[in-house]
């Protein structure tokens, strides 16, 4: 028996087949300016007038490799001879016939490698509606409208609301293709242009409807529910096209039009139409074919896209999120930060930074990087910069900081690592403390324009386990800036970290002397200049910036004292904030603290066995401090009538602007604040 290909009833290629002869209107794709990726062997001729393609009688192309591919046609199948042809014509086809066949099989083939190829290099919505356009016009159709659901459901979702499809674009040969020579009327061809817009989407009468709803058992949604492409001449695309396009709209007679739904992994997301000019051959049933390849991928495509874009709205979300919305501004401290992500295309990655406003003004300033850039990352950033906020409330010691995060790096994980570098600020001392695992070190720049890497032990990164981590405390003079920093910023493909450092050093020193002497540079413009040392391909990680500018608060801002435990020892404490805020023409303050002071004394005094502490401080409120070595921090009650006690914090929280309590590693410190008259 013959073989099953070479059985097949010969069919004039749509491309390969001689034109008849006639005036040229149109030009080349080439000369018309069409797009040149479409594949070799898939020119525009049209194919013979006289062939006729095998279909159904709804317009649905049957399926390859059925009993008339093989040489068996059944009575009356479209054959282009009404189905009384020669038994020998047809199931013995010449060795000429059998080449050509397999040349125009050939030819489909690298057409649609090559656009669905195209179409799969888009990456977001609008890059693959694109990619079907410029591999369809046009070397398959003239021109083509793209309908997309609106809005387009993401994977399970279920739609909601009425089907409303949006045209997201069209596409067709340029304008200039489609002129008239002088010399020649279409009245003579019966030619018309085709019924596009030439324009973008405007909703008018000159085009097509941008939005389109789709009726419900209507003609348009009995096609879109069908799995094949439909030819524009079939019974149910004649009523479904002008639903599509418009009323009043032209439709290209004869097999000119083909509708295809783009039906995605679970639903119908839009439609496709594929238009040719009437001085091209019509559509062929091999073309459904094509049209419907073209359209999976499409769906497919767009599919994935909605996917990405969902899953790339969600990881800027948790990265968002991730990260703090705004920097605290504490005393005598000025902030400025900036994240700059590896990429558009992967937004979430491990690097953070964070500043924890701690007791006595004080402040704690933090920057890390989770190696790998994923969500996992992401996750495990987010805990470890937790636990970080959560171990500064505390007030331990940098050293003591880094220790518990390597504690929690390796119960998230064996292979959790990360580098951090912590660091504490005190206004008043005018010094840092500062603890690293294997961080890049810091950078100070002096008021004077001198840049200076800090000396600090680099330590091992967290998640190793077993490391012990050392703090060293460093000078932080007024007006001085710390510059804290992870990888990406200093090392890329191009350089090492170290020599990335001295670069950055170098822009810190001449960024410096672009300002007045002994004069700090803005911080924020600070931060951008940092920046710019990035070249074009020094993008390969995340990056964080953190700057800190420290003003301090001067001496004369502050009233400490250390206080015996003793019974006397809250009217000596009323007595000592009275005098410092006499020293600070507050006296309209005076009644108010003493007695804020003193109940907060009074509570101290009770219960601590070593001296207690009290401080004021003069900022741009009062702010009040008093320490004791009891761990047992104090809680907000309503004291009944009968009670002799329990009303001291109900006043400090009547007449305080802000107060709370902090436990430190050697007792606990209860402040309020209040603010100038």
């Not at 190829?117 to 591999?135: K, P, Q, S």
């Not at 994977?155 to 020649?184: I, K, S």
């Not at 990335?500 to 001449?510: D, F, P």
Request: charged share 25%.
């Amino acid at each position: 028996m013959p073989g099953r290909w070479a059985a097949a009833p010969a069919r004039p290629c749509p491309w390969r087949a001689a034109r008849t002869p006639r005036p040229q209107r149109f030009p080349t794709p080439a000369a018309a300016g069409a797009p040149q990726d479409v594949p070799r062997g898939v020119p525009s001729q049209p194919p013979d007038a006289s062939a006729q393609a095998s279909v159904t009688e709804t317009g649905h192309a049957r399926p390859a490799g059925g009993e008339e591919s093989a040489g068996r046609r059944r009575p009356g199948a479209l054959d282009g001879t009404g189905g009384d042809a020669a038994p020998g014509a047809a199931e013995h086809p010449s060795g000429d016939e059998r080449a050509e066949r397999e040349r125009r099989g050939g030819d489909r083939l690298r057409f649609v490698g090559a656009a669905t190829r195209r179409i799969a290099r888009g990456v977001d919505l609008d890059e693959t509606v694109l990619g079907l356009c410029r591999a369809s016009v046009p070397a398959f159709s003239d021109a083509i409208l793209v309908y997309l659901r609106d809005p387009l459901p993401v994977g399970d979702e279920r739609p909601a609301g009425p089907f409303v499809l949006r045209l997201r674009r069209t596409d067709r040969l340029p304008d200039h293709a489609l002129e008239t020579p002088a010399d020649q009327d279409l009245s003579d061809t019966g030619e018309f242009p085709l019924p596009l817009l030439v324009g973008p989407p405007e909703g008018t009468a000159g085009g097509a409807p941008e939005l389109i709803e789709v009726r419900g058992g209507g003609p348009l949604a009995e096609v879109l529910r069908g799995v094949r492409p439909v030819f524009g001449d079939s019974s149910t695309a004649r009523e479904a096209l002008p639903e599509l396009l418009g009323p009043g709209r032209d439709v290209p007679v004869g097999r000119r039009a083909i509708l295809a739904p783009l039906r995605g992994r679970r639903r119908v997301i839009g439609a496709a139409v594929f238009l040719r000019r009437p001085d091209r051959a019509a559509f062929e049933s091999d073309d459904l074919l094509v049209a419907a390849q073209l359209a999976t991928h499409t769906a497919l495509g767009v599919d994935k896209a909605v996917l990405y874009g969902r899953e790339a709205y969600i990881a800027d979300e948790l990265q968002r999120t991730m990260l703090p919305d705004e920097l605290p501004q504490p005393t005598g401290v000025t902030l400025a930060s900036r994240y700059l992500p590896a990429a558009e295309t992967a937004r979430v990655g491990g690097d953070w930074y964070d500043a924890i406003p701690l007791p006595g003004g004080r402040v704690a300033l933090v920057v890390g990087d989770v190696m790998g850039h994923s969500m996992t990352s992401a996750a495990i950033m987010g805990q470890l910069r937790t636990t970080a906020q959560t171990l500064a409330g505390l007030d331990l010691p940098p050293q003591e900081v880094l220790h518990h995060l390597d504690e929690q790096a390796q119960r998230l994980g064996s292979d959790r690592m990360a580098t951090c570098l912590y660091a504490v600020y005190d206004p008043v001392a005018h010094r840092i403390v500062v603890a690293n695992a294997g961080h890049p070190p810091p950078v100070m720049l002096y008021r004077d324009g001198r840049a200076e890497v800090l000396r600090i032990p680099a330590g091992a990164p967290i998640g190793v386990g077993g490391v012990d981590f050392e703090a060293v405390e460093l000078d932080a003079p007024s007006g001085a800036t710390l510059l804290l920093y992870t990888d990406g910023l200093v090392e890329s493909r191009h350089r090492d970290v170290w020599t990335g450092i001295e670069h950055l050093r170098e822009k810190l020193a001449e960024t410096a002397g672009l300002t007045r002497p002994d004069t700090a540079p803005p911080l924020e413009p600070l931060c951008d200049e940092v920046l710019d040392i990035l070249g074009p391909g020094d993008r390969d990680d995340d990056i964080a910036l953190l700057a800190a500018r420290f003003d301090g608060i001067p001496p004369s801002d502050v009233a400490y004292w250390y206080l015996d435990p003793r019974a006397q020892t809250a009217r000596q404490a009323r007595r000592l904030a009275r005098r410092a805020l006499e020293r600070w023409n507050l006296e309209e303050l005076t009644d108010s603290v003493e007695l804020l002071v003193s109940e907060v004394v009074t509570n101290a005094v009770r219960y601590a066995e070593r001296p207690i502490t009290l401080r004021l401080l003069r900022t741009d409120v009062l702010r009040c401090e008093v320490g004791d070595d009891v761990p047992q921090l104090p809680r907000l009650r309503q004291a009944r009538a009968t009670d002799e006690g329990g009303r001291g914090l109900y006043l400090v929280n009547r007449l305080a602007r802000r107060w709370g309590a902090t436990r430190l590693s050697t007792g606990k410190v209860v402040w309020f604040e209040i603010p100038f008259p």
